[in-house]
């Protein structure tokens, strides 16, 4: 059983938390003006790093709140989580 | 002709009850319920003076209090988010007053009573019997007098609240109440058998 640290709640079940995908993808200032490559970029192409990353994450059987948290992909470490909205907290990789 | 009110666990009482002295186990049905989403600090302060109860200000707690409409208990759900839990009856004139108190805040006041109905456990085992189906640390260190989670009990999701050394309330949906219902029931067998 791993154990999620909720930013409000505290350290919770990973069985109560639902996956969002990689943090900070920012919504394009001006859609239509995207070319086709441009848009399948934004829609399906994400990040895959060996070591840490940024992603969305959802308390979704607590308080039921987005936030994001950074975890290395090789080990499965959280080594920060932080509200929406904040910076990405920088981490020793 | 209006139906008669007939509550999630009506068919439980007699089973929940054998239950002791492992455990007392008892439905309180049909509470009000209000869901309020507010985060203005002066909106959240008027609708508790209305009440007659401080809002919780730390994560998963509960406050509870007295006031117009006797007992009250505001529950934290999440940093804009409150279930405002009182007596049968009163979702009514609750939400009127709730509404008034918001004003022209940005916020909701939502009537769903009929949501989830309420489970009081009492007992020394009370802790322990939880434990078998919830990850959430029930020690009372860890979770004392006036703790409000939500969390999975044996993967339903529910809202806990500790009210007392030994005593907890649960709230859980509607349709899933007889499912915990008899995952409580099997989860005090082993007490019972030292009872
Ligand atoms: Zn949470």
Redesign the pocket.
């Known amino acids: 059983m791993q154990l999620i640290p909720?930013?409000?709640?505290?350290p919770?079940e990973e069985a109560?938390f639902h996956y969002g995908g990689q943090a900070h993808v920012a919504y394009p200032e001006d859609p239509s003006a995207l070319t086709d490559e441009e848009w399948a970029q934004y829609v399906f192409f994400r990040d895959n790093p060996s070591g840490p990353f940024a992603e969305r994450w959802s308390?979704s059987a607590?308080?039921?709140?987005w936030?994001n948290a950074v975890r290395d992909t090789r080990s499965h470490d959280l080594l920060a989580v932080y509200r929406a909205g904040e910076p990405m907290p920088e981490v020793a990789s | 002709m209006t139906a008669d009110l007939t509550s999630p666990l009506a068919g439980w009482t007699d089973r929940l009850a054998a239950l002791a002295p492992a455990l007392t186990v008892s439905e309180v049905p049909f509470r009000s319920q209000l869901t309020v989403r507010v985060s203005d600090p002066g909106a959240v302060a008027a609708m508790g003076s209305a009440l007659g109860v401080v809002f919780p200000s730390v994560?998963c707690t509960f406050t509870a209090g007295e006031g117009e409409f006797g007992a009250v208990e505001v529950l934290w759900l999440?940093p804009d988010e409150f279930l405002v839990v009182a007596a049968p009856g009163l979702q009514v004139p609750i939400e009127e007053v709730l509404r008034g108190a918001l004003g022209d805040f940005r916020g909701s006041v939502v009537d769903t009573s009929a949501q989830r109905t309420t489970l009081a456990l009492e007992g020394p085992h009370v802790r322990d019997v939880l434990a078998h189906g919830c990850s959430v640390d029930l020690h009372p260190a860890a979770a004392p007098v006036g703790v409000c989670v939500?969390t999975l009990l044996a993967r339903t999701g529910i809202v806990l609240l500790v009210t007392g050394e030994d005593r907890v309330m649960l709230l859980v949906r509607s349709s899933f109440a007889e499912y915990l219902a008899a995952w409580l029931s099997d989860a005090c067998a082993e007490y019972r058998a030292v009872a």
């Open positions: 909720c930013p409000w709640c505290g919770r109560e308390h607590g308080c039921r709140r936030f | 994560p999440g939500q």
